[in-house]
C-alpha cells in the first residue's frame, strides 16, 4: 500500500463519507421513533388486510411472516432504500472517480507515472471505499442503538442481533464496490460505468421488491445481490448468515481481482 496514495483519496472522499454516514444514522433514529410510535398500530392493522400487508412487504422488500416485534421492525430499516442508497452511492463515487474519474480529468496518465506499480495504486485508492463501506454498514446499527436509547420502549432491544447484519450489509457493499471496480476498469466513461452499475441494483432491489406479488420470481432471484441480505430474518432467528456473507464477499473479491487485472494492462490516455 502506498499511504500518499491512501491518503489523497481519503481526503477526497471524506466529505462524501461523512454526511452520508449522517445521514444514514440521522435517518435510521427517526425510523426507530416512528416504529415505536406506529409499528404495532400499523402491524395490527396490516394483519386484517393480506392485500395490504403484501403491499407493505414490496414498499419495505422484506417479508413479514413469522413472530413481528420492535425487534424485528427495527431490522427493517437495514433493508430500507434509504440506507442501501447512502451506502452504494458514495462506493460508487469514489470507486469511479479513482479509476475512470481520474482518465476524465486527465490526471491518470500523471497518477501512474509515479514510482510506484499499478497495482499498488489500485491497491491503495481500493482501501478507501473498502474502508467506506464498513463505516456505513455500521451506521445503521449505530442508528438503532442511539434510537433505541434516545426513545426507550417497553420491548428490548436485542443490539447483539444487529451485528449479524451490519457485517452483511457490509458484504453486501463490498459486492457493490468489487463489481463496480470492474465495470470501471473496463470502461473510460465514467457517466457509462454508474449508469450499468445502478441498472444492475435496480434490477435487483425490483426482483427484491416484486418477489412477494410474482412467487416465479423466487426461481431466478439468487441471480440478485439483495437475495444474500435478509435482515428480518437474521434478527428473527438469531443467526449468523455465514454462506450468504461469503457469498457477497467472495464476488466482490473475484469483481476486484477482475478489475485489478484489466486496470494494470490497460492504455491510458495521456491528458
Not at 452483511?168 to 463489481?179: E, S
Amino acid at each position: 500500500m502506498n499511504m500518499a496514495i491512501f491518503s489523497r483519496s481519503l481526503r477526497d472522499s471524506a466529505t462524501l463519507l461523512v454526511l452520508a454516514s449522517a445521514g444514514s444514522i440521522v435517518f435510521v433514529v427517526l425510523f426507530t421513533w416512528a416504529m415505536q410510535n406506529l409499528g404495532p398500530e400499523l402491524l395490527e392493522f396490516l394483519s386484517k388486510f393480506d392485500f395490504l400487508k403484501r403491499i407493505f412487504e414490496v414498499s419495505l422488500g422484506v417479508k413479514m411472516s413469522g413472530e413481528i416485534s420492535s425487534n424485528i421492525m427495527y431490522a427493517v430499516s437495514f433493508t430500507h432504500l434509504v440506507v442501501l442508497i447512502s451506502g452504494w452511492g458514495p462506493i460508487i463515487a469514489m470507486v469511479t472517480s479513482a479509476t475512470t474519474g481520474e482518465e476524465e480529468r486527465g490526471t491518470a496518465d500523471l497518477l501512474l507515472s509515479l514510482p510506484v506499480q499499478r497495482w499498488t495504486v489500485y491497491f491503495s485508492t481500493s482501501l478507501v471505499w473498502v474502508f467506506s463501506a464498513a463505516v456505513l454498514a455500521a451506521c445503521p446499527l449505530a442508528g438503532v442503538a442511539i434510537g433505541s436509547a434516545m426513545f426507550p420502549f417497553k420491548e428490548e432491544i436485542r443490539l447483539p442481533a444487529f451485528v449479524p447484519v451490519s457485517i452483511n450489509l457490509f458484504a453486501l457493499h463490498l459486492a457493490i464496490g468489487g463489481v463496480t471496480s470492474m465495470i470501471s476498469c473496463c470502461s473510460s466513461r465514467r457517466g457509462q460505468v454508474i449508469a450499468v452499475v445502478v441498472a444492475l441494483t435496480l434490477v435487483s432491489v425490483t426482483m427484491n421488491f416484486v418477489e412477494p406479488f410474482i412467487p416465479v420470481i423466487e426461481r431466478f432471484n439468487f441471480l440478485g445481490l439483495l437475495h444474500y441480505y435478509r435482515p428480518v430474518d437474521v434478527v428473527r432467528n438469531s443467526s449468523w448468515p455465514i454462506a450468504q456473507i461469503m457469498v457477497l464477499a467472495g464476488f466482490g473479491l473475484m469483481s476486484w481481482l477482475a478489475g485489478m487485472f484489466v486496470y494494470c494492462r490497460k492504455d491510458v490516455p495521456v491528458g
